[in-house]
């Protein structure tokens, strides 16, 4: 027997084993006897080597090409626990465990630093230099047979759709699979029209070009509010938004009857090589006149990509005000009757998805300016109301300068930690004494991470305590005066960003109008090192919501 075996065996209490069981695909998970097969040649390997079971690590359904896997994550955190319950992972095999050589070597190191060694029924090794190196060739020829599985897979997929079958992605809407016939024990399955979904897919098709016989032809926001009012739903029974009609509506198969395969690749995302794309026969549903009259007037309609609201729009209070009572945002809309006219905010989920989304609420632009800058000059920017609000947060935080203080402590003492693990490893390549390998590379970039992550944890301690000793009464009613002449004289651009710097949302309700903020980026701005939120030139909501950062390690 190996020697990791006999190391493991020779203590005096029993060893505790943890079995860890995979299959690649949740099917088999299912319907295979992979699994029971595995537990009971794994726990009868470990009672003869007088080790007892104490857990059972089960991951139905995962590729061990990399460590994107739930339960095998839970297992490695359980090892590195400082009150682990075991002392070894038994697997029936290298490659249920891992099939990436060089990711598979560099865990079973750092898990041996832990006290836990991987042991395989099918395949013992041990620790001296040649079963080091069987243990790697096993684990690069795990990695070479997935991936020739993989390329086999692909070919084989590919040959399908050549013949006009269906692979088992999901069926755009208006489709259904359908079993076509059996070739041995595989069930060769195609697309068949979906009768229900189809007349859904006609009715968009028609809503679009037509209309519903009331009104004239539609645009996308109103084919969209029209099923959602009238409770048609996706395949998911989710309400419809423009994105998925405009998908469908621009869906060529509707019409031409030919589905694209492989335009993308699965893992990466990245478009494939034209010349590789399969084309697959399935019924049509849409007439090719019809679908080229919609593809005419969406090509008229087509929008130029405009830069968001909330950075240069006509609103004082865009990408501030949200409704109520759906949390969508309050857009501009307008009317007009003669020679003039009127703009309101209105609420996006009812403007854009109809009542059935929200009931949705209207109320005059200029009525809801006036009343978000008066309240928040008379009631929030004046040197009392400031100075009252910020006493209270300067008193809670000059009780914490204690912890604050110990933490400055520990991540000073952290960095020099980091800082001279560094300078000994890189002093050590230079003289030769250790050799740069994929270990050491990982070790050097965690230590840099460490490093990075306290240094500017320090930072930020700093910019706090500088921003409270700034806060003076001064600072307090100067602030005051600029912020009610930049409301009262300043332009759109200028009002919404003193707005932003100190407002964070604005809830719009039917009786009531909530205006929320952050006392301690409210300090920052009085004390000068901030100019409220900068504006990020993105059609995303909610961007950094909760105004938190991730410190990005450094290049060096």
């Known amino acids: 027997m190996a020697s990791s075996l006999r190391q493991l065996a020779q203590t005096d209490a029993p060893k505790r084993a943890a079995v860890y069981l995979r299959?690649?695909?949740?099917?088999?998970?299912?319907?295979?006897?992979?699994?029971?097969?595995?537990?009971?040649l794994t726990t009868r390997f470990c009672?003869?080597?007088?080790?007892?079971?104490?857990?059972?690590?089960?991951?139905?359904?995962?590729?061990?090409?990399?460590?994107?896997?739930?339960?095998?994550?839970?297992?490695?955190?359980?090892?590195?626990?400082?009150?682990?319950?075991?002392?070894?992972?038994?697997?029936?095999?290298?490659?249920?465990?891992?099939?990436?050589?060089?990711?598979?070597?560099?865990?079973?190191?750092?898990?041996?630093?832990?006290?836990?060694?991987v042991v395989s029924v099918t395949q013992p090794t041990g620790d001296d230099p040649s079963q080091e190196m069987m243990r790697q060739m096993i684990g690069l020829f795990d990695e070479y047979t997935s991936r020739e599985n993989g390329k086999n897979v692909s070919r084989a997929m590919r040959e399908s759709a050549k013949q006009g079958f269906w692979n088992g992605a999901t069926p755009p809407l208006g489709y259904k699979i359908v079993e076509a016939e059996t070739r041995g024990a595989k069930i060769k399955k195609k697309l068949a029209v979906d009768p229900v979904d189809a007349e859904t897919v006609r009715l968009m098709f028609r809503l679009y070009a037509e209309g519903d016989g009331k009104t004239g032809p539609m645009g996308i926001k109103d084919v969209a509010k029209w099923l959602n009012?009238?409770?048609?739903?996706?395949?998911?029974?989710?309400?419809?938004?423009?994105?998925?009609?405009?998908?469908?509506?621009?869906?060529?198969?509707?019409?031409?009857?030919?589905?694209?395969?492989?335009?993308?690749?699965?893992?990466?995302?990245?478009?494939?090589?034209?010349?590789?794309?399969?084309?697959?026969?399935?019924?049509?549903?849409?007439?090719?006149?019809?679908?080229?009259?919609?593809?005419?007037?969406?090509?008229?309609?087509?929008?130029?990509?405009?830069?968001?609201?909330?950075?240069?729009?006509?609103?004082?209070?865009?990408?501030?005000?949200?409704?109520?009572?759906?949390?969508?945002?309050?857009?501009?809309?307008?009317?007009?009757?003669?020679?003039r006219s009127y703009t309101y905010y209105s609420c996006a989920g009812c403007h854009q998805k109809g009542k059935s989304v929200c009931k949705g609420r209207h109320i005059p632009t200029a009525k809801l300016d006036n009343l978000v800058v008066d309240n928040v000059k008379e009631k929030l920017l004046t040197p009392e109301r400031l100075s009252f609000i910020l006493e209270?947060?300067?008193?809670?935080?000059?009780?914490?300068?204690?912890?604050?203080?110990?933490?400055?402590?520990?991540?000073?003492?952290?960095?020099?930690?980091?800082?001279?693990?560094?300078?000994?490893?890189?002093?050590?390549?230079?003289?030769?004494?250790?050799?740069?390998?994929?270990?050491?590379?990982?070790?050097?970039?965690?230590?840099?991470?460490?490093?990075?992550?306290?240094?500017?944890?320090?930072?930020?301690?700093?910019?706090?305590?500088?921003?409270?000793?700034?806060v003076t009464p001064d600072r307090i009613e100067a602030f005051a005066e600029l912020m009610h002449q930049k409301l009262d004289d300043g332009d759109v651009q200028a009002r919404r960003g003193y707005l932003r710097s100190v407002i964070s949302n604005i809830e719009v309700d039917d009786d009531r109008i909530r205006v929320t903020g952050d006392k301690a980026s409210l300090a920052e701005v009085i004390a000068g090192r901030a100019a409220g939120a900068a504006n990020v030139s993105s059609l995303v909501r909610n961007w950094r919501a909760r105004n938190d950062s991730n410190v990005r390690p450094s290049d060096s």
């Open 229 to 339: 009012e009238r409770g048609y739903r996706t395949r998911k029974g989710a309400t419809f938004g423009i994105g998925p009609v405009h998908g469908i509506l621009t869906n060529r198969c509707y019409a031409t009857g030919k589905w694209p395969y492989g335009v993308r690749n699965s893992k990466t995302g990245q478009l494939n090589d034209p010349a590789t794309v399969v084309e697959i026969d399935v019924p049509t549903i849409i007439a090719m006149d019809l679908f080229e009259q919609v593809q005419a007037k969406l090509a008229r309609n087509n929008p130029k990509v405009t830069p968001p609201r909330t950075v240069n729009g006509p609103n004082l209070l865009a990408g501030l005000a949200t409704c109520a009572t759906c949390g969508s945002g309050m857009v501009r809309t307008g009317t007009a009757c003669g020679k």
């Open 47 to 117: 009672t003869a080597q007088g080790w007892s079971v104490v857990e059972e690590y089960v991951e139905p359904g995962a590729s061990a090409t990399d460590d994107r896997r739930p339960v095998f994550q839970r297992m490695l955190e359980d090892a590195r626990s400082p009150d682990r319950r075991f002392d070894v992972i038994c697997v029936y095999a290298f490659s249920r465990f891992y099939r990436n050589g060089a990711e598979m070597e560099m865990t079973i190191r750092r898990l041996r630093k832990c006290g836990v060694e």
């Open 23 to 40: 299959v690649s695909t949740g099917r088999q998970a299912e319907n295979d006897v992979s699994l029971p097969s595995q537990r009971d």
């Open 392 to 470: 209270a947060l300067l008193e809670r935080s000059a009780a914490k300068d204690v912890a604050v203080a110990e933490r400055r402590r520990s991540l000073d003492a952290q960095v020099a930690q980091a800082k001279d693990k560094l300078a000994r490893l890189y002093r050590a390549i230079e003289e030769g004494v250790i050799d740069l390998d994929d270990d050491l590379k990982t070790r050097i970039a965690a230590l840099k991470d460490e490093r990075d992550i306290a240094v500017a944890s320090l930072e930020r301690i700093a910019q706090q305590a500088v921003a409270r000793s700034d």
